[in-house]
C-alpha cells in the first residue's frame, strides 16, 4: 500500500519529461500524492497563484504540506532523502552520490538542450512543417551524447554499478524518448539498449514514461 503521504501534491502534464521523472520516483518510494494537470493546453502554470509559487511558470511544481519546491531534479533528490532515507534512489554514500549527481546535473547541462530539438522536430512538429535535415544534424548530436552513456554502461547493471538511483530514473525519462521517435538514422548502442530494456520493466517506466510520445 502506498506511504500515507496526502499532503503531497505535483503540479504537471503527464506528457513531460520532467514530470515524468517525479511520477517514476513517486512509484519508486511508494509514495501517494495528487496530481493537478498543468502546462500546454492546461494552462494553469501561468495564474498569478502559480507564479507565485514558483516564478518560472514551468512543471512540476511540487507541495509538500507547505514546503514548496520546483524543478524536477531538485524535487527527485528531496523525495529521495525524505522519504527513502537509508535506500538506494540517492545513495549516502559521496562517491556513489557524486556519480549519480554528475548524470543528473549532465542531463540538463548538456543532453536536454540537445534532445529537445529531435523531439520537438519529429513529435511536436506537424510532418508538413519538420525540417529532415535539421532534425537529422540534431539526431547525431545527441546521438553522439548517448555515446558516452553507452560507453559508460559497459559492464554495468545500471549507470552508477549494480543499484538502481535517481541517474537511472533520469536518465532514462530521455532514453524513452531516443527510443522512441523514428524515421532518423541512429547508430547501434547496445548497452544503452540493453540498461534501457532493463528499465522498461519497472512499473514506474510502465505507468509514467512508457505511454506514446506526445
Known sequence: MP?????????GRVNSVNVQKV?????????????IDAGMQFGVNTAPEYLAKNPNGKVP??????YVLWESNAIIRYLAQQYGAGGTLYPPDPR?????????????????PAE?????????????????????????????LWGI??????????????????????LGAYARRWFGVEGVAKP?????????ARLAEREGYRRFVAPPLS
Open 23 to 35: 511520477l517514476w520516483c513517486c512509484q519508486e518510494l511508494d509514495l501517494a500524492y495528487e496530481r
Open 3 to 11: 506511504s500515507p503521504s496526502p499532503q503531497i501534491r505535483l503540479w
Open 116 to 144: 529537445r530539438p529531435v523531439f520537438w522536430g519529429l513529435v511536436r512538429t506537424p510532418p508538413a512543417e519538420r525540417d529532415g535535415t535539421a532534425i537529422q544534424e540534431a539526431v547525431d548530436a545527441v546521438a553522439a
Open 149 to 170: 552513456v553507452d560507453r559508460h554502461l559497459a559492464g554495468r547493471r545500471f549507470l552508477e554499478g549494480e543499484v538502481f538511483t535517481l541517474a537511472d530514473i533520469v
Open 61 to 66: 511544481l511540487l507541495m509538500d504540506g507547505d
Open 188 to 196: 547501434e548502442l547496445p548497452q544503452l539498449e540493453r540498461w534501457h
Open 96 to 112: 556513489i552520490r557524486g556519480g549519480v549527481d554528475r548524470w543528473l546535473d549532465w542531463s540538463l547541462s548538456t543532453l536536454q
